[in-house]
């Protein structure tokens, strides 16, 4: 049995304003083809297939018409798709009836049994061959919120303790269930301890569900792979082999520009992982940061003016972060930046200012000091520490021209 592994496809970013349905549309075609010249008979999506929790009618069409269009070429593949942070559990799985016929299986959240307790039932979904022997049973959990889990007490962290124990608990009932030849996998969306969270440290894309990490050994050692998502960079987990990350198709931020975007591919014999490696995926719009360092804006429109000139269809050009260090304020600064990319061919996404180190030793005022202090000797401080210099003149007098208007209106 053939089997392939990506997660946090995110369909549906805007990329600092650009549309990215083109970069999604050409992964899901590459995929498909993918699936289909690799003989895959299960993809597992880790969570994170839509950017929000309310998908745009385009966004749901891509990803439905990605499906129909997979399960026609291969008629015989089966999926399973859990929900991530970033999609609604309930819209996810909304169109399930339908898909179970197709093969498809969702699973956006925990179900309850009559008592209340979670239906670990529901999290194993067992898979078949094409002779309809199942041969392996996959582990199948969605990311989990507040008030999903049993909360555990008397734990240091009840979040942390209650996952474990849910992938605990669904593995028992994996393990006495299958039976001989059969093997086990495991699915999740979830942030696991000690993982490179390179791509996440940007303040563009902070992690969601940092805080509470899971430990490698949630997974038991009897589980063959487990799939996870969540984390953008493609990674093994804990030093295992077989708890990995495959990483988000495309970058989603600029600090994942370094990295290659890849899917897993598995083989599984008997109840052995025989083959495994790592596919990588075209990149259709690369993300381009300019200059490597901070550089004063002179520099940095000189680095700029070398670019190429723009072609017929600025469509698909480069997404670029411009870097810039300075040491006053710029007014000016997006103006001269557009302007010198005019005829470029790039598409402007981002402008980073560095500032020149201030002097830090601007005390800050206690609360009965509040009545005492002008708007003016706030506004030298914090030019002080912003710029490492007094307040040229002319500023300071235009910045009292505003005062005494806004004054003078209050009154
Ligand atoms: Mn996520």
């Excluded at 680095?303 to 040491?327: G, I, S």
Aim: hydrophobic share 40%.
């Amino acid at each position: 049995m053939k089997i392939l592994h990506t997660a946090d496809w995110h369909i549906g970013q805007l990329f600092h304003e650009y549309d990215r349905s083109d970069e999604h549309q050409q992964f899901l075609y590459w995929l498909t083809e993918t699936l289909v010249l690799q003989e895959i008979d299960l993809l597992l999506v880790s969570g994170d297939v839509f950017d929000n929790a309310n998908p745009a009618a385009s966004s749901i069409k891509m990803f439905y018409t990605f499906l129909h269009e997979t399960s026609k070429r291969l008629p015989h593949i089966q999926m399973i798709i859990i929900a991530g942070n970033h999609d609604s559990a309930s819209r996810l799985e909304a169109p399930k009836p339908l898909l179970e016929s197709s093969n498809i299986h969702i699973i956006g959240m925990l179900e309850r049994t009559e008592n209340h307790a979670i239906n670990i039932e529901k999290l194993l979904i067992p898979i078949k061959n094409k002779t309809n022997d199942i041969i392996l049973w996959c582990i199948a959990i969605p990311y989990l919120r507040m008030g999903d889990y049993a909360t555990i007490e008397n734990v240091s962290n009840p979040y942390t303790a209650s996952v474990v124990q849910l992938y605990q608990d669904v593995f028992q009932l994996a393990n006495q269930k299958k039976q001989a030849g059969q093997c086990i996998l495991a699915m999740g969306h979830l942030h696991a301890a000690n993982v490179d969270i390179q791509g996440h440290s940007d303040k563009d894309r902070p992690i969601m569900g940092g805080v509470e990490c899971i430990p490698a050994n949630a997974f038991h050692e009897d589980i063959v792979y487990t799939a996870l998502g969540h984390i953008h960079k493609a990674q093994k987990v804990g030093g295992r082999e077989n708890v990995r990350y495959s990483g988000s198709p495309i970058p989603m931020s600029f600090s994942e520009h370094q990295y290659k975007h890849q899917v897993m591919m598995l083989e599984i014999k008997e109840d052995k992982l025989v083959n495994m490696k790592a596919i990588e995926i075209p990149i259709l719009v690369p993300l381009l940061r300019l200059p490597k360092q901070h550089e004063k804006l002179e520099n940095v429109l000189d680095e700029l003016a070398k670019l190429p000139t723009k072609e017929n269809e600025n469509k698909l050009a480069p997404y670029l972060e411009v870097r810039v260090l300075l040491d006053g304020p710029e007014p000016a600064l997006r103006h001269l930046i557009e302007k010198a990319i005019e005829n470029k061919q790039v598409r402007l996404a981002k402008i980073d200012v560095q500032k020149q180190q201030g002097k830090e030793n601007t005390t800050i005022e206690t609360f009965d000091k509040l009545d005492t202090l002008k708007p003016s000797d706030i506004f030298s401080k914090i030019y002080l520490k912003t710029y490492n210099e007094e307040i040229p003149n002319t500023l300071q007098k235009l910045f009292q021209d505003v005062l005494e208007e806004t004054l003078s209106k209050e009154n």
